[in-house]
């Protein structure tokens, strides 16, 4: 009898998704974001093998699952992107600014220096993908903290907030040139100050072309697809924009997450008025639900990659303490830059959670080899992992102890 292996996928798919929601409503009513939950879900599924069941195994090696995962991370940065604007970018000002180049380029520092210390052996592009990973911050969960201490139309939340969006432009640049950079090295090209500077030069390149031309061309074109009448043309329409917006990333030699969050950056309500106007929902809500599917696959499949089994090699839970050291210390530099009037020590601790964004950039390192070495090891991920777990799980005490203890300076 012919084995269909929808089948497999069909099976793979639903103890995902019961997995990742029924941990992620453990997680949200323990005071935790939703993603925490489906994150753990993944560390169980992945590491119930140590116990002696290898039934979920086959999780791991199912390409299909693989690829869904992928487009969820990509309707993720499309969500993250649609969450925010152009305009509120450049309305938090300079403060916001020097916020977030502060948050990028301190924990950046400490990344390197901790990858230096206590991985000598490893090679600096190592080194310096530590350095990129801890340069991410979480602009979903910091907003969603800071709505439920009812702080979230506060001077600070418009700072933080702000920052942590333009932290996700620069992190996502720095991240273009890392692996850039370690994608050269693979094919024999050495390291040049020039190299650097083209790939630099291309990542902001590419996202002010899609921010100064994007808008005016989506305009266009959603405008021509408010024309259509087959139904569900506004989805349609954003869709196409954000995975051509992957794909001319990709194209360029960006990581196609820069596209994606391009495409939501560049796209705004008043791009979709024609269809407000024949009372259609937002294009926000109508991507929800492809969300609430494929996301948690990405998260889910992001604990399955942890193994626990790492952290009884010699030196790894202390590669995992001392980077959440790093990744919490590196932000606090953000509070430097919020300047008088605000309470400064809010600032740095909403800067802290790595959340999505932070497994996004392990996933991309994950999928990154030279001279057929993976840069990050299953250890190295296991312990990005654990960071990633801690700065998301302190947040939403530590923000709120900030707010009642610090006053502004």
Not at 276 to 302: K, Y
Request: hydrophobic share 60%.
């Amino acid at each position: 009898m012919h084995h269909d292996p929808i089948v497999d996928v069909a099976l793979h798919l639903a103890l995902i998704l019961l997995a990742a929601k029924l941990v992620g409503h453990l997680a949200v009513r323990l005071g935790q974001p939703a993603v925490l939950g489906e994150l753990l879900a993944g560390v169980v599924l992945g590491n119930i093998a140590l116990l002696g069941y290898d039934g979920f195994e086959a999780i791991r090696h199912d390409q299909a699952i693989e690829m869904l995962a992928g487009l969820g991370v990509l309707i993720l940065l499309f969500e993250v992107g649609l969450e925010s604007t152009v305009a509120q970018m450049l309305a938090v000002g300079a403060r916001a600014f020097l916020v977030a180049v502060l948050g990028v380029v301190t924990p950046f520092i400490l990344g390197w220096l901790v990858g230096r210390w206590l991985l000598p052996d490893e090679s600096a592009y190592v080194h310096i993908f530590l350095g990129a990973t801890l340069c991410a911050t979480s602009v979903g969960i910091t907003a969603r903290v800071l709505r439920d201490l009812g702080r979230s139309q506060g001077a600070e939340a418009r700072v933080i907030l702000g920052a942590a969006v333009i932290d996700d432009v620069l992190g996502l640049i720095v991240l273009a040139v890392v692996t850039g950079l370690i994608a050269s090295a693979n094919t024999g090209e050495p390291a040049s100050a020039a190299g650097i500077g083209l790939l630099l030069g291309k990542s902001v390149l590419f996202l002010g072309l899609s921010l100064a031309l994007g808008r005016w061309l989506a305009q266009k074109f959603f405008d021509r697809a408010a024309t259509l009448r087959a139904g569900g043309e506004l989805l349609a329409a954003g869709l196409v924009v954000c995975l051509l917006m992957a794909w001319l990333s990709a194209l360029v030699g960006l990581a196609p997450i820069v596209g994606a969050f391009a495409a939501g950056l560049i796209l705004e309500d008043v791009h979709f008025r024609r269809f407000h106007e024949r009372g259609e929902h937002g294009l926000e809500e109508l991507v929800r639900p492809i969300s609430a599917f494929l996301v948690p696959v990405f998260f889910v499949l992001m604990g399955f990659r942890t193994d626990l089994r790492a952290f009884v090699q010699p030196g790894v839970p202390l590669l995992a303490a001392v980077l959440t050291l790093a990744a919490i210390a590196g932000k606090q530099a953000c509070s430097l830059g919020a300047g008088g009037g605000l309470n400064r020590l809010a600032v740095g601790v909403g800067m802290v959670p790595r959340g999505e964004v932070g497994l996004i950039f392990a996933n991309v390192g994950l999928g990154l080899v030279v001279a057929g070495q993976r840069i990050v090891s299953p250890a190295v991920y296991s312990a990005i992992v654990v960071m990633v777990i801690v700065t998301t799980l302190i947040t939403p005490p530590a923000l709120k102890w900030a707010f009642g203890r610090g006053r502004p300076d």
